[in-house]
């Protein structure tokens, strides 16, 4: 008797442990183990609950896309590069993404904050780039400092503290020769008053290369993507793609 009470109760601790265990990407994808997102072999991930069978990776990906109404707003890409990342690189939060489009204009909102784990879209926004990276649209990136360009590729979000610009938050860049040198560059997400398009206006405001963003929801923003969360900025420049490791 005392037996089964023992087994039993390491059953009902085993099923509890199961129960809370932390969110990942992978549950999010109907893909098994020998397939690939653009080229990254992943873990085997278990079934949309809203949908058929999935055949292959890039439809897995592109479900969730459609799902978070990602459509004609954020290039699927972007959306299908980020989530190769997220795979791709170790200790990042899986819950929440945050993914720049600077393909789009900045008179557009291109600054995307996703729930994955809830499949829900929590920002759309605009987003400022480098002064000197380019107009409307960057096209010309830097790793160096006092260049005032933005830096393209996967970031780590760290903590926040409140300097010139206000609540601000720090951004770990992970590339190598791409964007490593973000700390030294005191590139940061912050909020800034000029991050929204004037009527008639064809191009946003720039930073001196931060990803600066609307000042009224600035801190919202920040709040909910800080602590060591991705964030992806992406490009369709050559010259980034070649250096990358990553996409």
Do not use: W
């Amino acid at each position: 008797m005392v037996k089964k009470i023992l087994i039993f109760s390491l059953v009902l601790a085993s099923s509890a442990m199961a129960s809370i265990e932390d969110y990942s990407i992978n549950k999010k994808l109907n893909l098994n183990p020998s397939v690939f997102i653009e080229n990254s072999k992943i873990d085997e991930f278990k079934k949309f609950t809203y949908s058929p069978q999935i055949s292959n990776s890039k439809d897995s990906v592109y479900k969730l896309y459609e799902e978070l109404n990602l459509k004609n707003r954020l290039d699927f890409k972007a959306f299908s590069n980020a989530i190769s990342g997220m795979k791709k690189l170790k200790d990042v939060k899986e819950d929440i993404i945050t993914i720049i489009d600077f393909t789009k204009s900045s008179i557009k909102e291109r600054f995307f904050v996703i729930d994955l784990k809830n499949k829900r879209t929590l920002f759309s926004t605009y987003v400022m780039h480098g002064k000197n990276s380019g107009g409307a649209i960057p096209r010309e990136f830097s790793n160096a400092v006092n260049s005032y360009k933005s830096s393209p590729g996967f970031y780590k979000t760290e903590n926040t503290y409140s300097g010139e610009f206000g609540y601000s938050l720090r951004i770990d860049g992970l590339e190598k020769g791409i964007n490593d040198n973000a700390k030294e560059r005191a590139i940061v997400v912050h909020g800034s008053d000029y991050a929204k398009p004037k009527p008639g206006a064809q191009k946003l405001d720039r930073s001196l290369g931060c990803p600066a963003i609307p000042k009224e929801i600035s801190d919202k923003v920040i709040n909910r993507i800080k602590d060591g969360r991705l964030l992806y900025i992406y490009t369709d420049e050559k010259s980034y793609r070649q250096k990358s490791s990553i996409v």
